[in-house]
């Protein structure tokens, strides 16, 4: 999938239940990769999300709940393999 899409998950002693965030986290148009890894902050407000080509994508999220890709990180430098 080249889409990162969020559940928020309710629970209370009586019910449980699940709603998909309106929010979907997409890539820049010229990112078409597979999501590899995703990983929140400790407070939720902020979503990194890694691609099979290195880069990554950060999202970030301001106080009325509104998301917003906030940079895309290039891959890092492969090693060099041509040493002598």
């Known amino acids: ?3 990162v899409y969020v559940w928020k998950y309710y629970m209370d002693r009586e019910q449980q239940s699940a709603e998909l965030l309106e929010h979907s986290f997409q890539p820049p148009e010229d990112m078409q990769q597979q999501v ?3 990983s929140w902050n400790l ?3 902020a979503l990194a999300a890694s691609y099979d080509d290195g ?3 950060v999202w970030a999220s301001d106080f ?3 998301w917003q890709r906030e940079a895309t990180l290039p891959s890092p430098p492969s090693p060099d393999t041509t040493k002598d």
């Open 1 to 3: 999938e080249k889409h």
């Open 64 to 66: 009325k709940g509104r």
């Open 43 to 45: 407070t939720g407000t």
């Open 55 to 57: 880069r990554v994508c």
């Open 36 to 38: 590899w890894r995703v």
